[in-house]
């Protein structure tokens, strides 16, 4: 282990992250169990890539299938990626039905904003302050946490809004946070360089998925339309029935964006991310930029997201995603009674997690007790992580399959981890 470590940092450079105190070298995967090189077994609680599962049959034999037959890119015909993009669209509202099929996250959101760019002429972009969309030069600076002085000045063009917190800042009709969009767009149109879009995870969830209302996000939608911009709405980590209640994060928010980007889970693994807007907005960018990517779109990642597809259909994972999401709410509030620490409980189907705090009165954070919870979890075999605004949200985020017997492992092993951690260490 040490050794990998000392490796890692020779062949990768420093800063690099890995999760835990004691990282975990896995080298095997099967459903929401990952195995570590001594044969232990974890309870995946946190991965949202293996969408359908670790090393799922039908996406492995899709992937091996396609990749013995052929593999190229967009330049020759295929109905690979026709037949999955009709398949992929078909789950959204009008008038989203073209798309483009990139590798990463990043990429579409990158393609996302020159769409932006390309339909209103104008560069200015508002995102939230707790937000991360990718890693292009454009893209990463929506974070707010690289050194200022790098970026070939593109953080001008960017004005940050506060990210909602349903648990300490009021909000219940999306009203203040659309205010706060409001004065972002009249700011950048008052610099000169004009508003051309908002770009949000429609769950929030890096921000730590606040509790919010079906259409919450409408204020905010109606002051981007209102001001001639573009909605982006990031659904990376958001989409393919994760909320349960709806495939799409943004259609329970009760808007429809003008652009949708995806990845993470759309390939349980393999790398095929990309996005769905309006025939309009397409024909733009592609008479504004030329665009090609290698890879994107090729025969085998269409294969491995049409088979993420089926998989999610045939078995009814949405279905499994809001049944486990509300029996975890459940059991994650008789824990809020039990133990002070939980502030809060949040759920959006099979995304849920608590907020610890030092004192109920002035939800003071426990970040380093929930950084603490996360490794004891770890150190017993579960799996997860914790994120959001302030860094004290227990953040847990399995594969679809997860079923009542791996969530009464997780909570079981909860109690027991909040009995024997101490809040002040
Ligand atoms: C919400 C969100 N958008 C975009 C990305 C970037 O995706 P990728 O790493 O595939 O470029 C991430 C990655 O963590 C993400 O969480």
């Keep these: 282990m040490s050794d ?18 004691d990282p975990v070298h896995v080298v095997r995967g099967e459903g929401v169990w990952l195995w570590d090189a001594g044969g232990r077994r974890y309870l995946d609680c946190y991965n949202n890539v293996p969408h359908v599962g670790h090393g799922n049959p039908r996406v492995v034999e899709a992937i091996c299938r396609q990749a013995a037959v052929l593999n190229t890119h967009t330049r020759y015909l295929h109905e690979g990626i026709l037949d999955y993009i009709e398949r992929l669209t078909a789950t959204f ?19 996302a904003l020159r ?27 929506l974070s707010k946490s690289n050194v200022p002085e790098v970026g070939f000045g593109l ?3 960017l004005r940050h809004v506060e ?18 969009v ?42 981007v339309r209102r001001a001639g911009g573009l909605l982006i709405c990031d659904e990376v980590q958001a989409g393919f029935g994760r909320c349960g209640s709806h495939f799409w994060g943004h259609q329970k928010q009760g808007v429809v964006p003008d652009v949708v980007t995806m990845g993470k889970p759309m390939g349980n693994g393999h790398p095929v991310a990309g996005l769905v807007t309006s025939a309009e907005i397409m024909a733009r960018f592609r008479q504004s930029f030329r665009y090609f990517n290698t890879f994107g779109g ?43 620490v ?16 030092l004192d109920r009165v002035s939800k003071e954070p426990a970040s380093e007790y929930a950084d603490r919870v996360v490794n004891a979890m770890r150190a017993r075999g579960i799996l997860l992580s914790k994120l959001g605004r302030h860094k004290n949200t227990l953040k847990i985020r399995p594969p679809m399959p997860f079923g009542t017997e791996h969530l009464d492992l997780l909570m079981d092993t909860l109690d027991a981890v909040l009995a024997e951690t101490p809040v002040r260490a």
């Design 163 to 180: 990210a909602p917190d349903s648990y300490r800042i009021a909000d219940p009709d999306g009203r203040r946070f659309a205010a706060g």
């Design 298 to 340: 090729n025969p085998v990642s269409c294969a491995a997201a049409m088979a993420v597809l089926e998989e999610l259909q045939a078995n009814d994972l949405q279905a499994n995603a809001a049944r486990i999401g509300h029996l975890a709410q459940e059991r994650l509030q008789a824990l809020a009674a039990r133990y002070e």
């Design 342 to 357: 939980i502030g809060d409980v949040r759920q959006s189907g099979m995304v849920f997690g608590a907020e610890f705090v």
């Design 182 to 223: 409001q004065a972002a767009i009249d700011d950048l149109e008052a610099s000169g360089i004009g508003f051309a879009a908002l770009i949000i995870c429609p769950l929030f969830l890096n921000e730590g998925f606040p509790a919010q209302a079906e259409g919450w996000l409408r204020p905010a939608a109606e002051a």
């Design 93 to 111: 509202d009008d008038p989203l039905r073209t798309a483009i099929l990139t590798c990463t996250g990043s990429e579409a959101n990158d393609i």
């Design 155 to 157: 953080g001008q063009y």
């Design 115 to 141: 769409m932006a760019e390309a339909m209103t002429g104008k560069r200015g972009i508002v995102a939230t302050d707790a937000t991360y969309h990718g890693n292009t030069a454009l893209v990463s600076h």
């Design 4 to 21: 990998l470590i000392a490796r890692r940092r020779a062949l990768l450079g420093p800063n690099v992250s890995t999760f835990y105190d």
